[in-house]
């Protein structure tokens, strides 16, 4: 299980979430956020402190965004594991599914 960031964190990445994260695995892409699978212990301190909600516990997403699961999984595919988000800073793509997005407005 982990926790995935889904829609309403396009465009608008404000990062109030990584500072929580004890151990450093939510990566920045170019137009939204990404929580490592394997990297999140689940802990959960992310999830309140997302001004725009939108970050879930893999079971609780709700279904509309239900591909933002796989989303965050194939992000890393070329990436591995890195083993920490603040050495990589922003990296420079987004998901496919998510680049290919029209710009989202900041009123979700
Ligand atoms: S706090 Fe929410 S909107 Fe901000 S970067 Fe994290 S997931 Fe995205
Ligand atoms: S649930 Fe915890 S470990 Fe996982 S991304 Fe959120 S803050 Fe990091």
């Not at 990584?18 to 999140?40: A, N, S």
């Not at 997403?61 to 990436?79: H, I, R």
Request: proline share 9%.
């Amino acid at each position: 299980m982990t926790y995935v960031i889904a829609q309403p964190c396009v465009d608008v990445k404000d990062r109030a979430c990584v500072d929580e994260c004890p151990v450093d695995c939510i990566y920045e892409g170019k137009r939204m956020l990404y929580i490592h699978p394997d990297e999140c212990v689940d802990c959960g301190a992310c999830e309140p402190v997302c001004p725009v909600e939108a970050i879930f516990y893999e079971d609780d997403t709700p279904e509309q965004w239900k591909s933002y699961y796989d989303a965050n999984v194939k992000f890393f595919d070329d990436l591995g594991s890195p083993g920490g988000a603040a050495k990589m800073g922003v990296i420079d793509k987004d998901e496919p599914s998510i680049a290919a997005l029209p710009p989202q407005n900041q009123d979700h």
